[in-house]
């Protein structure tokens, strides 16, 4: 069975910080990678959609890792802002039943003014 | 466009009572996913709909818990008997077309089911 870890549950950084993310999967089969952010009380909003074959993708200020071998996955943010506060979950899609997120707990980010 | 809509936003009701939670999909997709969110958890697959029929339904925590999608469109997640333990974030999600490895999933912003 899948199981996905994020660390560190929580961090705490002062604006304009780069921070580093990470995910760790234990079934290197996947299918993709993608990374979300959720506020307080909200759904998810998808950031990055990384495919098993591809090794990064960035979008704006985000770029996300990829290294499957390993069980692997990064999110770097460049120079963070308050407005990046919120909580950010990794999630897997499993290449055995090729629909079904597998999500970890989610890294809780605030960012201080 | 318009995204993936769900009602409501919020439920309270009493244990025991009956519940239905609606999803409305993004127009054209064809698969649609449900997952629960318990408090300090990430979400957990409940059932994925590929069109009207329930292509795994896994995930449901037994019985009560129930999903409907008639037309290939909305869809109903129904949980009967409520229990305190079933208080939760339960999100839907749908995707353009039949599963496959490049298809990402958009979800909505949940409905927040409290039992009392």
């Known amino acids: 069975k899948q199981e996905v870890t994020q660390i560190p549950a929580a961090l705490s950084v002062p604006e304009g910080e780069n921070l580093v993310l990470n995910c760790s999967f234990t079934?290197?089969?996947?299918?993709?990678l993608q990374w979300f952010r959720q506020d307080p009380g909200k759904g998810l909003t998808s950031l990055l959609l990384i495919q098993s074959s591809q090794r990064e993708q960035t979008s704006g200020r985000l770029n996300a890792s990829l290294d499957k071998s390993s069980g692997r996955s990064t999110l770097y943010i460049a120079a963070s802002q308050p407005g990046d506060s919120a909580t950010y979950l990794c999630?897997?899609?499993?290449?055995?039943?090729?629909?079904?997120?597998?999500f970890g707990k989610g890294t809780l980010l605030t960012v201080n003014p | 466009g318009a995204g993936v809509s769900q009602t409501p936003s919020n439920k309270v009701t009493e244990k025991g009572k009956y519940v239905e939670l609606r999803c409305d999909p993004i127009?054209?997709?064809?698969?649609l996913y449900w997952y629960r969110q318990s408090l300090g958890q990430g979400p957990e697959f409940l059932i994925y709909f590929q069109g009207t029929g329930a292509a795994d339904d896994s995930g449901l925590p037994n019985d009560r818990f129930f999903a409907v999608r008639p037309e290939g469109s909305v869809s109903t997640l129904k949980i009967q008997r409520t229990e305190r333990g079933d208080s939760a974030v339960y999100l839907c999600?749908?995707?353009?077309?039949?599963?496959?490895?490049?298809?990402?999933?958009?979800f909505g912003p949940g409905t927040r089911l409290t039992v009392l």
């Open positions: 999630a897997v899609r499993d290449g055995g039943s090729n629909y079904k997120l597998t």
């Open positions: 999600a749908s995707s353009p077309r039949p599963s496959g490895g490049h298809n990402e999933q958009f």
């Open positions: 127009s054209g997709h064809t698969a």
């Open positions: 079934d290197s089969a996947i299918y993709n």
